[in-house]
């Protein structure tokens, strides 16, 4: 016998297959259109703070963010949305140095310390 779980509200997906009529090659989700979006511009205001130009086929920006993009998605799953992957990578990009040189722990000493018979 067979059970049958409950896993297919997480083969569903939000795909975008394109204008009606003319599906795209590539079926992706909704959430990598999205960020997609917004990685284009942010890449694009980083380029013109290094030149102060503004190019008018932005190639290198729309390939940075295609790879961004697919790197962020590649971690994506149902128990974990991009918005937390995003935010993960930024806080262990952040936070997860370790120290440049070793570091000795404190040597703790015996010396002070004096035992009684009685306590009170």
Known sequence: M????DDDIYRARLVYLGPPGYTLPVHLP???YGLFMLLVPLYMFIHWLFTLQVELF???EIALAIVTTSFVFRYVDPDRPARMVIRTALTDWRRTREPAAEQ???RLLGSRIRIREELA
């Open 30 to 32: 909704y959430a990598q």
């Open 104 to 106: 000795r722990d404190p």
């Open 58 to 60: 932005p190639a290198w």
């Open 2 to 5: 067979r059970l049958r779980t």
